[in-house]
């Protein structure tokens, strides 16, 4: 039997989009979605404004659809999906996570479900298959209604990597809990985990085919999918197995799928994916497990032929000091960057294998004093802080949004998705202030 695949890549802002055509091709989506059916890109807004990890990103809805075009998919068969819910304007959601931008900038449909679209009983559409629900029969003694061009379409989910207050995760299952049910689908959050195991039935029934592409440029922790701590991470995955993506995703933020993440259980009991990540095939992006290799003699061999100079890791304990030892056995002559270098007893472990090799990187805090200011002072100069992110506090706006302060050559830019209030200006102009004042300027206009 064939085994599931994800494709993982880490990504930057100069390569994002051509690392999601190649994350897409690798994770055989042309096997998956039709050149000959009309494809939805199903884009997910989970607030209005843009906030880091929460929605479809610009970048995962340009990537996806240019890598389309490229593989010779029409544009007229292709068009972006949205859902109406209780909470978000759909509409002021696009425009401010600058999506409807890049459906226009490629000319391709963009349609809203909730807008002269027609729906049909579910009963209608996938027949049979409703005996065979976990809860939406109970939830919905009536029956609901899906929506009718959804069936013999292809669809493409873009969600992103994020925790969720109701689902642990929110990924690509829960990608389809808007598009697939009404305004009332909040009656099924008391059995949440058992719906997106249902909706998954009904995708694998109704489209053509199914496929998957996760941004994690930024992953959002805490109670999301608004309420987050965004942590940029830059990494992006696809998979045409709805499950094994969402297993995946789980498991890089340090989650036991199958323990934390009942949903992703329970499609797995179901035989609609694979949700155990030791069965699921990684390409793209070695990983590797914790704590459990003793030979690392294999990475370092990719590593050695990549041509890479220098490693920034992860590892820490028994893993960093193999890992470092498997370099020195190996021959490479590279260095390694890590932050978990000075955890008691690590040095020791190294030993002579982590000698003029291994570098720790550390936060730390201003007006430290000594070679610390050095150190700082000479990489401000080098590297130049221009780009801050601000966030108001919750004492004046309760959604707590976030301000960009962008500092050009001759200009400094401020995006404000909050609300504007008197204490922001405060804060910017002080770093407005602080900006000129290392750079050697009197002042610099702000544009807002």
């Known amino acids: 039997m064939t085994k599931s695949k994800v494709a993982i890549l880490r990504t930057t802002p100069a390569t994002v989009l051509l690392d999601y055509h190649r994350a897409m091709n690798l994770a055989g989506y042309q096997e998956v979605i039709a050149k000959d059916a009309d494809t939805a890109l199903k884009v997910n807004i989970s607030w209005h404004f843009f906030y880091p990890a929460s929605s479809t990103t610009p970048w995962q809805l340009d990537g996806v659809i240019g890598a389309m075009k490229k593989d010779g998919y029409k544009s007229e068969l292709i068009h972006a999906c949205h859902n109406r819910t209780v909470v978000i304007d759909a509409h002021l959601g696009e425009r401010e996570n600058k999506q409807i931008d890049v459906v226009q900038a490629h000319g391709l449909r963009n349609v809203h479900l909730y807008e002269n679209e027609e729906w049909i009983d579910v009963r209608e559409a996938v027949g049979d298959l409703t005996k065979k629900f976990l809860c939406l029969n109970d939830v919905y003694p009536k029956g609901f209604s899906i929506p009718k061009r959804f069936i013999g379409e292809n669809i493409i989910h873009l969600p992103t990597?994020?925790?969720?207050?109701?689902?642990?995760?929110?990924?690509?299952?829960?990608?389809?809990?808007?598009?697939?049910?009404?305004?009332?689908?909040?009656?099924?959050?008391?059995v949440?985990?058992?719906?997106?195991?249902?909706?998954?039935?009904?995708?694998?029934?109704?489209?053509?085919?199914?496929?998957?592409?996760?941004?994690?440029?930024?992953?959002?922790?805490?109670?999301?999918?608004?309420?987050?701590?965004?942590?940029?991470?830059?990494?992006?995955?696809?998979?045409?197995?709805?499950?094994?993506?969402?297993?995946?995703?789980?498991?890089?933020?340090?989650?036991?799928?199958?323990?934390?993440?009942?949903?992703?259980?329970?499609?797995?009991?179901?035989?609609?994916?694979?949700?155990?990540?030791?069965?699921?095939?990684?390409?793209?992006?070695?990983?590797?497990?914790?704590?459990?290799?003793?030979?690392?003699?294999?990475?370092?061999?990719?590593?050695?032929?990549?041509?890479?100079?220098?490693?920034?890791?992860?590892?820490w304990g028994s893993d960093l000091a193999l890992l470092v030892k498997a370099a020195t056995e190996g021959g490479y002559t590279g260095k390694f960057f890590t932050y978990y270098t000075g955890v008691t007893g690590t040095p020791a472990a190294l030993g002579a294998n982590g000698a003029g090799k291994v570098?720790?990187?550390?936060?730390?805090?201003?007006?430290?004093?000594?070679?610390?200011?050095?150190?700082?002072?000479?990489?401000?100069?080098?590297?130049?802080?221009?780009?801050?992110?601000?966030?108001?506090?919750?004492?004046t706006n309760y959604e707590k949004p976030f301000l960009y302060l962008i500092f050009g050559k001759d200009r400094v830019l401020?995006?404000?998705t909050g609300a504007g209030k008197p204490e922001t200006l405060r804060i910017v102009n002080t770093v407005i202030e602080s900006w000129c004042k290392r750079n050697g300027r009197e002042t610099i206009p702000l544009l807002a």
């Open 161 to 190: 990597v994020k925790t969720h207050i109701f689902t642990t995760t929110t990924g690509a299952m829960k990608n389809a809990f808007g598009g697939l049910l009404n305004e009332h689908r909040h009656w099924t959050h008391p």
């Open 192 to 315: 949440i985990h058992e719906t997106l195991v249902d909706l998954l039935m009904i995708q694998k029934k109704i489209h053509r085919g199914v496929f998957a592409v996760m941004d994690g440029t930024f992953a959002g922790d805490g109670p999301g999918p608004r309420c987050m701590v965004p942590y940029i991470k830059n990494v992006i995955l696809a998979s045409a197995d709805q499950v094994a993506i969402d297993a995946v995703a789980a498991k890089l933020m340090g989650m036991d799928p199958m323990k934390d993440c009942k949903f992703i259980r329970l499609a797995h009991e179901q035989g609609l994916g694979c949700g155990d990540v030791r069965d699921i095939e990684i390409v793209g992006e070695d990983l590797h497990p914790l704590a459990q290799v003793r030979d690392f003699a294999p990475y370092i061999a990719k590593i050695k032929a990549s041509g890479a100079d220098s490693v920034i890791t992860g590892n």
């Open 359 to 395: 570098y720790q990187i550390a936060y730390s805090h201003y007006n430290m004093g000594g070679q610390n200011d050095a150190w700082a002072s000479e990489f401000k100069q080098k590297y130049n802080d221009d780009f801050y992110i601000l966030r108001e506090s919750g004492c």
């Open 414 to 416: 401020l995006e404000d």
